[in-house]
């Protein structure tokens, strides 16, 4: 397991996170337990969760299952879900931020969390009041860094440059999603995070499981997973190309000699600008096949490959001006030049 600094944070995470959506959603304590001991003994430290994932199950059984063990971990959470049904419920208000942060405290039998997602976009909240609101939980030892999911680049550059002026505590991390099939951040979040040192922790690097090597080109759902049971498969982001994507998938991790999912996982963490990206499981068997995509690097020639098939378009104005340094630089006539 190799392990990274979160952006320009001194906080350092192992490449593979565990996500524990399926924490009392396919997995019971017992189960949860175990996975969790299966991943701290393979080397990850990194534990994604939020108070929304079954109404706060999820973060009461990652605290049971850390129990103990507090010390070898690094917790993220997340706020916006609702959690109730009165008018501050949900969001990302001052009010709802004070309470969410106690119930996931309480929850994850902790005193404070290493990370807190904003999770989603709140349109009706200024940007203001919830980066202020993170930074008094800085302040009062609650949270270590603070991060967001799912921003757009100018909201994410705009929350930057309030933090900043304002001496806030500024985003460290950034999640969104990201796999051979989902590239849309490459763009304009990605120039963003590295312009600004974020880091970077992609959710769903295996397109909610239609990369891990239970589908073939052509069959969008597969019984006895997500897509059947008709829960978080995102497939309507997928990239147009995307049985091209899977078949070359299929065809490298043949290749390799490893499974579709820890070479599709492999490629994700090897993006210079990934920081970790989370998995999650069903059991500690899965989790175990999994985790084997820590560690090593996928060869040149396969990344490149992955690389090229998966890459998107580019769109206007990146497609327009791009050719333009070029066009500056061929365009000098000056003496000496060849």
Not at 57 to 63: K, P, R, V
């Amino acid at each position: 397991m190799q392990y990274r600094n979160l952006g320009r944070a001194g906080l350092r995470v192992s490449e593979i996170c565990l996500g524990t959506m399926t924490f009392g959603n396919g997995a019971d304590q017992d189960g949860a337990t175990k996975m969790v001991n299966t991943a701290l003994d393979a080397g990850l430290t990194f534990f994604d969760t939020a108070n929304s994932y079954v109404g706060g199950t999820s973060e009461t059984m990652l605290g049971v299952a850390l129990k103990g063990k507090r010390q070898d971990a690094i917790i993220a959470s997340k706020f916006f879900n609702p959690m109730g049904g009165r008018p501050n419920d949900s969001g990302n208000s001052r009010l709802h931020i004070k309470q969410q942060i106690e119930g996931s405290l309480k929850r994850l039998q902790t005193d404070y969390l290493d990370v807190y997602f904003v999770h989603h976009v709140d349109h009706t909240t200024p940007l203001e009041e919830v980066l202020r609101a993170l930074d008094d939980l800085v302040r009062d030892g609650k949270i270590l860094y603070t991060a967001c999911s799912n921003y757009e680049a100018w909201r994410l550059m705009e929350a930057m440059w309030i933090s900043d002026t304002k001496g806030w505590e500024r985003f460290s991390c950034y999640q969104p999603q990201y796999s051979l099939v989902v590239r849309d951040i490459d763009e304009e979040i990605v120039p963003a995070l590295e312009l600004k040192g974020l880091g970077c922790v992609a959710w769903s690097p295996l397109a909610s499981g239609y990369l891990a090597g239970k589908y073939l080109p052509g069959n969008l759902k597969v019984q006895g997973t997500r897509s059947a049971e008709g829960w978080g498969f995102q497939h309507r982001f997928f990239a147009p190309n995307h049985e091209e994507i899977l078949q070359t998938l299929l065809d490298v991790a043949k290749e390799l000699g490893r499974t579709p999912a820890q070479v599709a996982l492999r490629w994700v963490m090897d993006k210079p600008f990934m920081t970790s990206a989370i998995v999650g499981a069903r059991n500690a068997e899965q989790l175990s096949d999994t985790l084997k995509a820590g560690g090593w690097t996928l060869p040149k020639e396969a990344f490149d490959r992955l690389d090229k098939v998966s890459a998107r378009p580019k769109r206007y104005p990146r497609a327009f001006e791009d050719p333009m340094p070029e066009r500056r630089s061929s365009a000098l006539k000056m003496p000496g030049m060849g």
